[in-house]
């Protein structure tokens, strides 16, 4: 009885219009693989669309530069022509409306791998790419101020009449260029409209890879403490949405990568509507803020490193001697002074570059002045090296105080509150 009543369950939070397009379009593509020839033509049909898929006129930058950086994040200001564009290239996505879409984004980014996101990292892989679209959460996702979307007619009108534009833009259009331009409905069927939305799914990269896969692959340059990842192949495939780590810091910036040399088309894209009139009030956030960002992971992975390596001992592990004690102690051991610390350089006496003898007449004397450029200004490392044969600090000496060899100079502590 209980089996029966959970399964009840589970099937009442299926979304079964979204199952029935993720399983349908996959396998007619396969069927039209094996029985429907690619004509020359339709391959070039379906190499200008993919072209315009992951370019300027498609449903990428429908999502990229319309659902998500547009209406999720707010991060420009579009026209209302180019959100007309926007709001039917996303369409033929078939991911929803924006208004739908857009809620689910701004939750996921407010709730990040908690239980209130809706595409939670931690639930798995498979159920972050696509299980979310599958079903419904058994916990309602976290509340989204979407009252600006409530209140734009343009995004009302695409959620009010949503279904018929994606059977036009998403199945009716490439069909239809192949069907009345060269006779091949059945080509335009398979290849332009089912193969394509397959791939808008799974591969092209609408946010919806970027958004859920880029939090298992890649790297943490700005934050380490949620899941959301760099990493540039997702960025190829989504029209630079793979930058993730980047956007989720700083998601209300119409970029998503700053450096020149990363792939980030869609900023392209917005920035050209700008230079047109399409667009404006384009929003970046300030960069110095993004290089403290970048600068805290840096000091981050130095610190693990720093932690990994053997320091001098300090001031309050080393006793306090007496210049009389330093001299007595000294005729048993090779003990030398330099700015204010004892040092037994019993071992290294035979390693010393300068030899044995000029080491040898500094025993039981302050070698300060020669050590730090008297006889021979020494390296970083004769500095970091001596160091760590600190035995002790002398009585009165005040130079200790002050100094501190090199490494321990840019040493990085973490400060406690």
């Not at 979304?15 to 020839?37: H, M």
Request: net charge positive; proline share 5%.
């Amino acid at each position: 009885m209980a089996f029966w009543k959970s399964t009840r369950a589970l099937l009442g939070r299926v979304r079964w219009f979204s199952l029935i397009i993720l399983i349908s379009t996959p396998a007619l593509s396969l069927y039209g693989l094996r029985t429907t020839p690619l004509r020359v033509q339709t391959l070039l049909w379906v190499n200008v669309f993919a072209a315009l898929t992951f370019t300027a006129l498609s449903h990428v930058p429908g999502i990229t530069a319309g659902y998500h950086r547009l209406w999720s994040h707010r991060s420009y200001k579009a026209s209302r022509p180019l959100q007309y564009l926007l709001i039917l290239m996303g369409a033929s996505a078939v991911q929803g409306s924006v208004y739908w879409w857009a809620r689910g984004h701004r939750s996921h980014h407010r709730y990040t791998d908690t239980p209130l996101d809706p595409y939670n990292a931690k639930r798995g892989l498979l159920y972050s790419h696509i299980g979310w679209m599958l079903v419904r959460p058994a916990v309602r996702p976290g509340h989204a101020d979407v009252s600006d979307l409530r209140n734009n007619d343009i995004v009302q009108w695409q959620h009010r009449w949503y279904f018929a534009i994606i059977a036009v833009v998403g199945f009716g259009l490439p069909v239809a260029v192949a069907g009345l331009g060269w006779g091949d409905w059945a080509g335009g069927f398979y290849y332009a409209a089912m193969m394509r939305i397959t791939l808008a799914h799974h591969v092209s990269g609408s946010v919806d890879f970027s958004d859920r896969d880029a939090h298992y692959l890649g790297e943490t340059p700005f934050d380490d403490r949620k899941s959301a990842k760099d990493h540039f192949i997702s960025a190829l495939l989504t029209m630079g949405e793979g930058y993730h780590n980047f956007h989720h810091q700083f998601p209300m910036d119409y970029r998503n990568a700053t450096k020149w040399y990363q792939y980030d088309p869609t900023k392209w894209f917005i920035a050209a509507c700008a230079a047109l009139g399409l667009a404006s009030h384009l929003r970046t956030f300030p960069e110095n803020e993004i290089s403290k960002s970048e600068l805290t992971m840096e000091l981050k992975k130095f610190k693990k490193v720093q932690d990994d390596i053997r320091w001098p001992p300090g001031l309050e592990e080393l006793p306090v001697v007496s210049w009389e004690t330093f001299q007595r102690q000294a005729e048993e051991r090779p003990l030398v002074i330099v700015s204010g610390f004892i040092h037994d350089v019993g071992e290294f006496v035979e390693r010393h570059p300068g030899g044995e003898k000029l080491l040898l007449k500094k025993v039981g004397k302050d070698a300060t002045a020669a050590f730090c450029g008297g006889v021979y200004d020494h390296s970083n490392a004769a500095h970091n090296l001596l160091a760590m044969m600190r035995v002790g600090i002398l009585l009165g000496g005040v130079e200790h105080v002050k100094t501190v060899s090199p490494g321990e100079t840019l040493r990085i502590v973490e400060r406690m509150f």
